[in-house]
């Protein structure tokens, strides 16, 4: 089966002062139709970027791509006019942002900016995208929702403006939805509300997803597939059963076995937490190596030296490690 | 709870209203009640986890246990001794033992300031020493923490987040606290780093004995870091025990809620029914009557609706409010 998206040895990088560095340093992935995809990492590992890119919303400048290339159900977006890209954003592939107060627009109501997007795509009138809208709001699970269509975004909960994302998101019924860290800014319980919100209407519409997260947590309940990435790159690829029982590159491991779990017995309680030495690198004076090397502790003269290429470790597990044998 | 021994920290039916103004010639239009009959105590040397979601009014509890706030009435007792009334010159000498450890380690320090110098600026205050003692001082709880002597002269932005937040955990230090108030210490921090604080703040507390009053709405965070937990819903505590009873054991209905909603690191674990909370949390200045939970509870009878659960020692040092037990 054709991939719905494809993305190729992607490179996107930022002019900084003295020179560029690479944000996103050769990524590829393929996402087929309802699958969903986690990609994880921590801060500035380019996670959000590679999401900002497949859309075209890479501010340039000081960002710009540096290769690769972004086949949608096989069109290269990159070639793409942006007269072209507004048909496919928001219609064909859409993206919610990670907090909802700040992505949406504060002087607007959410009627207007649900039927916006109806607007301008499916060459509603006024009164379907009305109608539209407030299908939208209930099946997002909004109550009143002919009331809420009239208010501000300041007059609504972090969660209600969660939601209300998700429906402008999906208004369209987009094949690819891009969810940035959808639910970090909530409290647990809607947290569990909103993932809950996105499968269901995943198994309804049909939906893609890319979901971007840091919480190992998200990624074992909602994902199919997993993406490590550290400092631009890919590091490990795998089902997520396996990436879980047996991570292949060390980052991996060690993000794994750093994180305080709920389910342990008394006695790991209040032990030390296995931590990863050292910090995340700067992108900018990244060395010929590994950028993980520094932190790792099967690190030798030829992580330091040669990058590690992403290699198939296991049938469908894919890892960019010298020593995968080792852990 | 070993009644045998002192509680360093006491707080007892603590409340805590910020009026609401409106109009042009301001009045009283009414009360946020952020903290409203809140008991709770914790010996000394170990860690009291206090979780709940946003607004519940725990972070409003380690402000005025510092008094930087004052209670509207209750009582806060530190190591015996009443605080509640202590005006503020009064309070100045009780300021070195407890000290307060900032969520964001990027706002919290003064940018103009060497990290040596924030961190030595506690002690010029309270305990002016000669500079040659001072400056030991800091070189060794900057030891102490893990951040490298020769880092004293940099400033904040020189640092990463993680080595910020040490600098953050060796300003509370520097004055010897018995108590240390973390108000979500570790949520602005990568995973990787994450685990590097906690295991320095449990690593602190073995060798100093300090004691900790731990706010986080991250339950695996407070599971990992506590010995006694309490889970706390708009303003009041509704559960209270033991660390390992009320994660294996969770009697109050909001208390499953939140444990169920954790999402679990194990793929195998998907199968597992989620019990899923509708709604939101109410708003605290018009909080529902009786039970403040009751609207979104799954169990609720008609006594509930009007009559707040009293939290009650169901089993020994496991305390409860729910009529449900009852």
């Known amino acids: 089966m054709q991939p719905l998206l494809k993305v190729q040895d992607l490179c996107v990088k930022f002019n900084a002062r003295g020179g560029s560095f690479s944000a996103v340093d050769g990524l590829s992935y393929q996402l087929a139709a309802g699958e969903t995809l986690g990609i994880v990492g921590e801060s500035g590992c380019g996670k959000s970027i590679s999401a900002l890119a497949v859309l075209r919303l890479i501010p340039d400048p000081p960002g710009f791509y540096d290769g690769g290339a972004i086949h949608f159900e096989g069109v290269d977006l990159l070639h793409l006019s942006e007269r072209q890209m507004q048909q496919i954003r928001g219609k064909q592939i859409s993206m919610i942002f990670q907090e909802p107060m700040t992505s949406l627009n504060p002087v607007l109501t959410v009627g207007k900016q649900l039927s916006e997007t109806l607007l301008l795509h499916e060459n509603a009138t006024k009164q379907e995208a009305h109608e539209r809208a407030i299908e939208m709001l209930k099946l997002v699970q909004i109550p009143e929702p002919v009331q809420r269509l009239e208010e501000y975004p300041h007059q609504l909960s972090g969660g209600m403006r969660q939601r209300v994302m998700i429906a402008m998101a999906l208004s369209c019924n987009p094949k690819v939805l891009l969810a940035d860290e959808p639910t970090t800014a909530l409290d647990v319980t809607i947290q569990a509300q909103i993932l809950d919100l996105i499968s269901t209407l995943q198994a309804k519409l049909g939906t893609a997803v890319v979901l971007i997260t840091h919480d190992m947590g998200v990624i074992a309940e909602k994902t199919d597939r997993v993406i490590v990435m550290y400092a631009g790159r890919k590091v490990e690829e795998a089902d997520v059963r396996f990436l879980f029982e047996s991570p292949q590159h060390p980052y991996t491991e060690g993000l794994l076995a750093s994180i305080p779990r ?26 010929l ?22 290699e198939e470790k296991r049938p469908g597990h894919w890892a960019a490690c010298w020593h995968s044998n080792q852990l | 709870m070993d009644r045998g021994r002192r509680a360093l920290l006491e707080v007892t039916n603590l ?62 007792f530190l190591d015996g001794r009443d605080i509640t009334d202590l005006n503020r010159t009064q309070m100045r000498p009780i300021r070195t033992e407890m000290q307060l450890i900032f969520q964001d380690p990027f706002s919290s320090l003064n940018p103009r300031m060497t990290a040596g110098a924030i961190v030595g600026e506690p002690l010029s205050l309270h305990n002016p020493t000669s500079r040659k003692q001072s400056r030991e001082r800091m070189l060794e709880v900057f030891d102490r923490v893990g951040l490298h002597t020769d880092q004293a002269g940099n400033f904040p932005h020189q640092f990463s987040g993680g080595q910020r937040q040490r600098i953050g955990i060796a300003r509370a230090l520097i004055l010897n606290p018995k108590l240390v108030i973390g108000d979500e210490p570790v949520s602005a921090l990568d995973v990787s780093i994450q685990a590097q604080i906690i295991n320095l703040l449990m690593k602190l507390q073995d060798e100093l004995g300090i004691t900790y009053l731990f706010i986080s709405h991250d ?108």
């Open chain 2, 219 to 326: 339950l695996a965070v407070v599971k990992h870091i506590s010995h006694q937990v309490a889970v706390m819903y708009l303003g009041r505590i509704v559960e209270m025990s033991e660390k390992n009873t009320i994660f294996k054991a969770p009697q109050h209905p909001y208390t499953r809620a939140l444990l169920s909603a954790v999402p679990n690191p194990t793929p195998l674990a998907r199968a597992k029914k989620r019990i899923v909370l509708s709604g939101d949390v109410p708003s605290p200045i018009n909080p529902p009557e009786g039970c403040r939970f009751h609207e979104r509870c799954a169990y609720v009878m008609d006594q509930c609706k009007t009559t707040p659960p009293p939290l009650l020692e169901i089993t020994s040092g496991h305390w409860l409010a729910c009529h449900l037990e009852n």
């Open chain 2, 15 to 76: 409340r805590k209203y910020f009026p609401i103004r409106r109009g042009f010639f301001p009045r009283k239009a009414g009360h946020v009640q952020a903290v409203d009959d809140v008991s709770f105590s914790i010996l000394p040397g170990k860690t009291l986890g206090l979780v709940g979601e946003s607004g519940c009014g725990k972070s409003t509890i380690g402000r005025t246990v510092l008094k930087l706030m004052e209670p509207t009435s209750g009582r806060i």
């Open chain 1, 262 to 287: 709920i389910d342990t017995s008394e006695s790991v309680d209040r032990s030390a937490l296995n931590e990863i030495k050292g910090i995340v690198p700067s992108l900018a004076d990244l060395g």
């Open chain 1, 289 to 310: 190596g590994c950028a993980f090397a520094p932190r790792c502790r099967l690190s030798n003269d030829l992580c330091r030296t040669t990058k590690p290429p992403l």
